[in-house]
Structure formats: C-alpha cells, structure tokens
C-alpha cells in the first residue's frame, strides 16, 4: 500500500532538502581540463565527450585541439549541450601566434586564455620572472582590446622562489596589469613548493578566475621543480590539501570557473570519486 503524505510533510521534505542544499560547499557540476583525458581525447574525441556528458560534465577548459579544427570541437561540444570556457595555449603560440589563439579561443566560445608554463631552464630567477610580466601585460591588452579575452596565467610551483618579502609569483602578481592579466590557480602546483592556496586566494581575491582541483599523495614532499610523477595525483579528499578550507577561499575569492585535474594513470577510476567527494562537501 502506499502511503499518502501530507502537505505538512511535503513541505517538510522540501525544505529539508533546500536546507541540505545551502549547507553544501560545493553543490555545483566542477569542469574538466582535456589533459586529465589527453590519451582519451587523442584516440576518440567525440566518444570521450560522451563519457564526460553522462558524469554530468559540461564546463570544459581545453589545452589542446587534438588534430581537430576549434570548429569542429565546438560543434561536437554544442550536440551535447557542453561548452569551452578556457583555451590553454603554449607559451611560444601566445606570443608568436596570438591572433591564431584568439581565433580558435573564440571559434570554441571560451572566455579565457590560458598559459601554464613559462619557459625556463634550472631555477626559476627574477630576471624571467621579469621578462614574463612584461610579455603578460603585452599580450593580455591584445587579447582584452582586440579580443575581448581574459589572459590567464596558470602557476606551476617554480615561481614560488624567494623575493623580497614574497616569492616570484608575488612580484608577477603585483606587477602585471590587473585589466591584462588574471591567473588559474593550480592548487596542487601552489602547495607543492610551500604555499598556502587558501592564503593567496584571500591576500589577492579576484586576480584568481580559475582553478585547477586535484590533491596530492599522502607523504610526498614537494620543491619548486615544477613536476611530480602523476601516480601522487590522488582522488579528491585523499591527499595532503585542505580541499574545505581552499574551496571556501575560492568561493570568496570570487573564482568563475572550478576545473578538475587528474593527471594519474588511473584518472577514469579516481575521476567519478573526486566529483562524489566535492558534491558532498559541507560549509
């Protein structure tokens, strides 16, 4: 027999779950960055986008258009009511091919444009440092002025050397042009040398407008090298971060777009794990 319930109860379990729903942290879908599924996306872009539609993923951020034109990748997005709102480029396309990345930004509906590594050999000195300031300001005034294109830059641990009272990733954030220039915070790549990522998030609030999520293996011990083998990306919630405190700094920090990162081996196992980790998170 089935049980008939009240209007009272009714009302009683919606609000319940309107209640439940304002206490979570982060109840929204997170994007996904085509690297995580680079193997994937290399051999079957279409069928990799259709594993992506039925984890419920919409928000793309793509780092690469594997031997696809941003045409036909917009397309096959649009079938399946997703889109793109980041297009990570390399540095040497940024500067020497900067209408080519615009285009293909704009061809893929994206708002950002994205470059996560700065060229480099040993450490990470002042004197890049300074040279990558300049050429961010010169190239996120085209992208903004002739583009309309958000510049971002991606952080990757080596520029949290020693400056001053800060690092060098201080000086870069000081020292580009607010208007020009905004940044990807990789919270990985922000603790791995010794940072704390809900600190930043809090001293320089909406200079942040993305961010990569991914964690790292219990028990490694990082450096500014910049690299970690991919088996210490770990599931969401399973590593060192302090993925509640960093979120809710994010949130704050007015972060627009939240992308997950799995660089592992095993990514497809861990993938599915860390949205069920993030979708439960409590305020």
């Known amino acids: 027999m089935i049980k008939k319930l009240s209007l009272t109860s009714l009302l ?115 004197e890049t440092a300074r040279q990558t300031i300049a050429d961010f300001n010169t190239v996120g005034k085209v992208l903004r002025e002739d583009y309309s294109l958000t510049f971002c830059y991606h952080n990757h641990g080596y520029e949290f050397e020693p400056h001053g009272d800060g690092t060098l990733f201080d000086l870069i954030i000081q020292e580009t042009e607010p208007a020009y220039v905004s940044f990807e915070m990789d919270i990985l790549w922000t603790f791995f040398p010794g940072a704390d990522p809900a600190a930043l998030l809090e001293k320089y609030g909406n200079r942040f407008k993305l961010m990569h999520m991914k964690d790292l293996r219990k028990g490694v011990v990082g450096n500014m090298s910049g690299g970690t083998p991919t088996e210490n990306d770990v599931t969401l919630g399973t590593g060192q971060l302090d993925l509640p405190k960093i979120i809710g700094a994010a949130k704050k920090a007015g972060i627009q777009h939240f992308y997950i990162e799995d660089e592992s081996p095993i990514y497809y196992q861990q993938v599915p794990k860390s949205i069920a980790y993030l979708r439960r998170l409590q305020k």
């Open 12 to 126: 009683g379990i919606f609000l319940g779950i309107q209640v439940q729903a304002q206490d979570l942290l982060f109840p929204e879908m997170p994007g996904m960055v085509s690297y995580t599924y680079r193997n994937s996306f290399s051999k079957d872009l279409p069928a990799t986008l259709d594993t992506l539609q039925a984890m419920g993923i919409t928000d793309m951020e793509f780092s690469n258009l594997f031997g696809h034109t941003a045409s036909d990748i917009k397309k096959e997005l649009d079938k399946r009511g997703m889109h793109c709102s980041s297009f990570g480029v390399g540095y040497k396309d940024l500067m020497e091919k900067t209408a080519t990345v615009a285009e293909n930004a704009k061809t893929l509906g994206a708002e950002f444009v994205r470059v996560a590594w700065v060229p480099h050999e040993g450490k990470f000195t002042e």
